[in-house]
């Protein structure tokens, strides 16, 4: 058999099965998140948010240049999907080089040990691709997939190296590595934590070996990653800052001399560098430079950020364009720190002897306004245009046009000092949100040590410290270790409970293992599950065998080969464990993390390949001696674990699992070693083997299919439309989100839609780049009304604005133009402490003027409304404070005159609203502000509903993202904004009948059941106004049919909820009391409200008899709940 020939063939067959799947599922168009912002900014060579991904974006951009517009998105998908194809032929063929490694230990490399090895490769490669987390990557245009490819390519290029005997070959492939560490930076930097196993790789070829050099390697290898992270990364373009602050600032030369400078002496120290180490005979030295520089080559891809920062684009986060900006751009300075070895608790008080430090100052490219005399500088611009105005306008003076990077924000005293009493090593729980704050006492099992000490102000108090080992510790290894990574890890190789977003409950997002024994054991009993649980499409049993398999992999190659087993544990850490440690991630995060741990679940499907060769050289070289080692210890350790959870009285789980892999482990062992016995030839036993275990990625396959295909699925392009069509003419549209930002920005960069109108992100708005780019004109857009000098909302100025009420003024509105003015003035100011002060207003209520005239001209108000119009807008701001999102906000509307339609997205929330509720009128899915004034009790909506406009919208204009067709995967973030939408339905239905237009309310609540179906978009307790408005209608056969529906399913929830035993029933109490809410609700709309014979009395006597069940339930639960703490379900 010619090995080579066969692994290159089966290699690229797997490749091939992998592409069919990747390409299969997936999504047609954008998808949500960060893909829309991805994709929009390869597209056009945009700057996405910090610290961007230049080698994506060229790449991605290649890929879609020749495509059109409506399949840009699909073509940067497809290219995620290769790349993930290309990642499992990667695999496939590490897996076979460390197979070769382990064959060719115990004798002759023979025909049935080389497919074994090949077999190995397929089995790995097939499980990883059927994973979910990897899977999830692979169909949509992010940075993850290829990075995952550059993590597979150099993983695979340093077992070349290792294969390789040729000392010069050996140098190249070190170089490639480096190179293609470099380029990583550009998509990703995960791909660097490949360094220290890949470090051990040389190690163990170069030198032998010893403790002080796994020591002296681990350590080199760790600060080799920390090197090009925290010197290359940063530093090479810190000190490009450095060069031209000296030439520009020092010596007064153009912007960039500076930085032409830095690269030529950069280019002959490399030049000299490598000169030296040649003449000198140094190869290490030699290889280390050159590496350094085809690292720093791979790198040169940011400049395309900073490239396409100065032509202006729409999209141009940070505004990178110079080397100061790119330098915060690359650092991620706008997502601030988060401390990793010392720092505080969330209660920790501030050092009341000295408060504050002093942050890093953050520089700007300025032009300046310079006097005659001294060269004192009058006034800074950000654009020589504005400081060429100023100039003539000014000719009289004798000024003169500098330029220098001024310092915008001093940073003084923006850092708290904290009270070293309250500081500790390796803090886990440090933030000060208080929903974060309420989830660290549940996870930690918070009681603290009481300490006397005095507040921020200066007053005794006592403050209890969280205990380091039993709560900073317990919470560190339960949530961050056991919920925010091995339930991932599970996920992919065990099976998953759904796709639902969990935050520590037993209902949602966990993992499963389709073992009933185990899974009763961590989240009550499996028995009579609800169809609303088992529905979901992400409810996958894979009953542990990847799992299995992989631990076989992993023990047989710890036993066989322990050097090359290291070297695969630590890429197994470092993409995993200590990403765990580095993120440092705070609870109730937005959005599941799984997708920051693939390089981990790759690195363990290494051993799930390495499985398949452990199964078939066990069941030749392991006698009964062995055997009964192999499963006899396991076997025991459960058993003592399980004695001692008995002495615990703790649950099971941990037993379980233990002993029923065991047990499955052991029947796999003991099949294909009987088959061996009997048959005696090694080519049919292996090829039983790779039978046997194919069943792995076929169940994950077969089971994985459904959630993760998203070839049926538009929803993120389809809402973003319907955002966009909710608005006016020339709008502009307030959001706040990435998914209802990101999707609407892809929309109109890509797909062109509807760029007249102009989506500003509140979020981003608090950033004095963005309100710079916001006032350029954009496509059909024109500019936002933030008439201001840029100088009054520079970083620093005005982050903050008080509102502090004048008495003089007590119960007067002040004209919001008035307040502007106020507040943009220079001269007036409070002080706040510490020397500082800050601009103010002297009002919390405001008032906008309205010419009636012009407001229906324009088509502000529809004629039918002319009398409602009010002569002034007048509102009230419930706040001390603006922020500087809110005080242009507010900006904005002083200097609209009711020019422009401003709309708020309904998802910014009341927070983004300024108090301005009553004056909305909802046209789909934005409020947009009105010169009427409305009130409602509908605790779904704020304002009004025009009516007209929103029924036009929503039955003629909107799309719905293929919701309604057979087979569509809606993932639980697309159910949760289904939500939203089936709430404007309702909302407008309401409407429709309070204005006796019964007919469009009908079609209203038909349409919103026809696009929104129950098998696609499962109903939910949100349904209750459509149904009630149904009945409102007397349309009691859609009404009962649904209320029967919802009914059965509530019924069936609570009565499954209230058979869980009291550790795990008492943790669902909430959910049994809104089922049960919701069974009273139906009852009394179909006895009280709207009698329906025979159905009300039928649901009010099974609503009683639950009523009177739970409520024995609930005192039972209150009087045995004794356990205060949470379980880590292992």
């Known amino acids: 058999m010619n090995y080579q020939k066969w692994n290159v063939i089966v290699g690229w067959v797997v490749f091939l099965i992998a592409s069919f799947v990747f390409f299969s599922t997936i999504e047609p168009t954008a998808s949500f998140w960060d893909c829309g912002e991805f994709i929009a900014s390869a597209y056009k060579l945009e700057v996405g948010h910090p610290p961007g991904a230049p080698l994506f974006m060229l790449i991605a951009r290649f890929f879609s240049m020749f495509m059109p517009t409506e399949y840009v998105a699909a073509s940067v998908n497809l290219m995620s999907a290769l790349s993930s ?348 949100q208080a929903h974060h704050i309420k989830q660290y006492e549940k996870w930690s099992n918070f009681k603290g040590t009481p300490i006397r000490t005095r507040d921020n102000q200066g007053n005794p108090t006592i403050i209890k410290k969280p205990k380091f080992f039993s709560e900073n510790i317990r919470f560190f290894f339960v949530y961050q270790v056991n919920w925010m990574y091995w339930r991932y890890f599970m996920w992919n190789y065990s099976g998953r409970q759904n796709d639902t977003q969990g935050h520590g409950n037993i209902l949602d997002g966990n993992w499963l293992s389709g073992v009933d024994l185990i899974d009763s054991e961590r989240l009550g009993t499996q028995k009579d599950l609800p169809y609303n649980f088992t529905r979901n499409k992400a409810y996958n049993k894979f009953y542990l065998l990847p799992f299995l398999l992989g631990l076989i992999g992993l023990a047989f190659m710890a036993y066989r080969d322990p050097k090359n087993f290291s070297v695969v544990a630590l890429l197994f850490f470092f993409t995993g464990l200590a990403i765990v440690i580095y993120l440092n991630q705070y609870p109730m995060q937005p959005r599941e993390r799984d997708y920051a741990y693939v390089g981990s679940f790759y690195a363990f499907a290494i051993w799930i390949g390495l499985g398949v060769y452990a199964l078939f050289d066990m069941s030749f070289t392991f006698g009964k001696k062995e055997l009964i080692k192999v499963i006899g210890y396991p076997a025991a350790l459960g058993v003592l674990i399980f004695l001692l959870e008995k002495l615990g009285g703790d649950t099971h789980g941990f037993s379980f699992i233990i002993l029923y892999l065991t047990a499955a482990g052991g029947i796999a062992i003991l ?307 289904t939500t939203n939408l089936r709430l404007q339905f309702s909302n407008l239905s309401t409407a429709l009948i309070d204005e006796g237009d019964d007919e469009r309310a009908i079609m209203t609540l038909d349409k919103s059941i026809a696009v929104m179906p129950d098998k696609n978009v499962p109903f939910t307790r949100v349904m209750l106004p459509t149904i009630e408005n149904y009945y409102k209608l007397g349309e009691f056969d859609k009404a009962n049919e649904l209320t029967e529906l919802m009914f059965d399913r509530f019924e069936e929830e609570v009565a499954y909820l209230m058979t869980l035993d009291d550790y795990f029933g008492y943790s669902v109490r909430e959910e049994m009391q809104i089922d049960n809410y919701m069974l009273q609700r139906f009852a009394q709309l179909t006895n009280v409200l709207y009698p329906q014979e025979g159905l009300g009395e039928d649901l009010k006597a099974r609503a009683d008899s639950i009523q009177q069940e739970l409520t024995i339930r609930l005192q039972e639960l209150e009087e045995t709940h004794k356990r205060k703490t949470i379980r880590a379900r292992f």
């Open 85 to 432: 194809s290309f990642t499992i032929l990667f695999l496939f063929w590490t897996i076979t080089a460390f197979g070769r490694k382990l064959a060719t230990k115990a004798g002759e490399f023979t025909d049935a040990k080389k497919w074994a090895v090949i077999f190995s490769g397929t089995i790995g490669g097939l499980a990883y691709t059927f994973s979910d987390s990897f899977w999830f990557s692979a169909v949509e245009g992010e940075v993850y997939a290829m990075s995952s490819l550059f993590t597979a390519v150099v993983f695979w290029a340093i077992m070349k190296f290792d294969a390789e005997t040729d000392p010069r070959k050996e140098n190249q492939w070190i170089v490639l590595i480096a190179y293609l560490m470099g380029l990583s930076i550009g998509v990703h930097l995960l791909n660097l934590l490949a360094i220290p196993a890949m470090a051990f790789v040389y190690y163990f070829k170069k030198h032998k070996t010893s403790t002080k050099g796994i020591v002296y390697t681990f350590l080199t290898s760790v600060l080799i990653l920390g090197f090009i992270q925290g010197i290359i990364i940063p530093k090479s373009v810190a000190l490009g800052g450095w060069f031209e602050l000296l030439f520009v600032n020092g010596i007064g030369l153009p912007f960039n001399s500076g930085l032409v400078l830095y690269f030529i002496v950069l280019t002959l120290a490399f030049v000299f560098g490598l000169r030296y180490a040649q003449q000198r005979n140094k190869p290490i030295l030699q290889m280390g430079i050159l590496s350094v520089l085809v690292i720093l080559i791979g790198y040169s891809t940011i400049f395309v950020i900073t490239i396409r920062s100065n032509a202006n684009p729409p999209m141009d986060e940070n505004d990178p364009g110079d080397v100061f900006t790119l330098q915060s751009y690359l650092n991620r300075e706008q997502y601030g720190d988060r401390p990793l070895a010392y720092g505080p608790y969330w209660n920790s008080p501030i050092d009341s002897q000295n408060p504050r430090n002093d942050g890093k100052p953050v520089r700007m490219k300025a032009f300046t306004i310079k006097s005659k005399e001294g060269g004192r500088t009058i006034k800074s611009f950000k654009y020589k245009f504005d400081a060429e105005n100023y100039l003539k306008s000014h000719s009289d003076k004798g000024y003169s046009l500098g330029n220098e990077y001024i310092i915008k924000d001093s940073k003084k005293g923006s850092e708290y000092n904290y009270n070293a009493d309250f500081e500790t090593i390796f803090p886990r729980m440090y933030s000060t």
């Open 671 to 977: 099949a294909i070693k009987a088959i061996s016995t009997f048959i005696k030839k090694p080519n049919i036993v292996v090829g039983a083997t790779f039978l046997i275990t194919l069943t792995v990625p076929v169940l994950m396959a077969m089971d994985g299919w459904d959630d993760h295909s998203r070839a049926k699925r538009r929803t993120a392009l389809e809402f973003a439309i319907d955002y966009l069509e909710s608005c006016a003419p020339n709008a502009i549209l307030f959001t706040n989100g990435d998914n209802d930002t990101f999707p609407l920005w892809y929309a109109q960069e890509v797909e062109g839609y509807r760029t007249d109108i102009r989506i500003v992100n509140l979020s981003l708005l608090n950033t004095d780049w963005y309100i710079d780019q916001m006032k350029r004109k954009a496509y059909e857009s024109d500019p936002v009304p933030f008439n201001v000098a840029e100088s009054k909302y520079r970083q620093g100025e005005r982050d903050i604005v008080l509102l502090q009420e004048d008495p003089r003024l007590e119960g007067k509105y002040i004209d919001a133009k008035q307040a502007i003015k106020f507040a943009f003035d220079d001269k007036n100011t409070l002080p706040v402490g510490g020397g500082d002060r800050l601009s103010f207003m002297p009002t919390k209520k405001f008032e906008l003027k309205v010419d009636k005239a012009n407001v229906l001209s324009n088509g502000t108000v529809q004629l039918k409304d002319s009398a409602l119009i009010v002569d002034k807008v007048q509102w009230s701001i419930n706040k001390n404070y603006l922020l500087k999102n809110q005080l242009m906000v507010l900006l904005l509307l002083a200097e609209n005159n009711w020019e422009r339609p401003i709309y708020f997205a309904v998802t910014t929330g009341r927070d983004a609203y300024l108090g301005l509720e009553n004056y909305f009128q909802l046209e789909g899915l934005a409020y947009r502000l009105v010169p009427i004034k409305a009130s409602n009790s509908n605790p779904n909506l704020s304002g009004r509903v025009a009516t007209d406009i929103m029924y036009d919208n929503i039955m003629n204009k909107f799309k719905w993202g293929n919701m309604d067709v057979d087979g569509v995967y809606l993932n639980e973030n697309i159910n949760r904004m």
